[in-house]
């Protein structure tokens, strides 16, 4: 019952199980997420994500521990991007245009991996660099949205 209960909350409601696309239907969970908790005032959503964080990497340690997945960053994992698009989509107003614009900007950063992701991606291979790239593309994600928003 645990070990189902843990890949259900790391595959993003099972949305990660679907082969075609994972980490793209997977972030489809944060988005609904994000609308729920935009309400919230921006310290509660902060500590919200650190607890999502930090519960993500106890998660994850369990189903290594566990072999509940074939390797370490598997596909249908998908929490890390649930975290990497809430982490900068909290600083935002929810509308339509920041929560598409936020999505496509996102899964461009996250498949991409610009410098210092793809270091992240390729030499952290645990629990926290399975995470640690995706909050370096919300941080990129974020500035991003910022400067269209304010700047362009």
Do not use: H, Q, W
């Amino acid at each position: 019952m645990i070990n189902k209960l843990v890949k259900f909350i790391l595959t993003g409601f099972y949305f990660g199980n679907v082969k075609f696309m994972p980490g793209t239907l997977g972030t489809v969970p944060a988005v609904i997420i994000y609308y729920f908790i935009s309400c919230n005032n921006i310290f509660n959503n902060i500590i919200l994500i650190l607890i999502l964080f930090i519960v993500s990497i106890i998660l994850l340690n369990y189903s290594y521990k566990n072999s509940l997945f074939s390797e370490i960053d598997d596909k249908s994992i998908v929490i890390d991007e649930i975290i990497g698009y809430l982490s900068f989509m909290i600083f935002f107003e929810n509308n339509f245009y920041n929560i598409i614009i936020g999505f496509i900007i996102f899964r461009l950063f996250d498949i991409l991996k610009p410098f210092p992701i793809n270091i992240v991606d390729k030499k952290i291979k645990n629990s926290f660099g399975v995470i640690f790239d995706d909050l370096l593309a919300g941080i990129y994600s974020g500035v991003t949205l910022y400067s269209i928003n304010y700047v362009l």
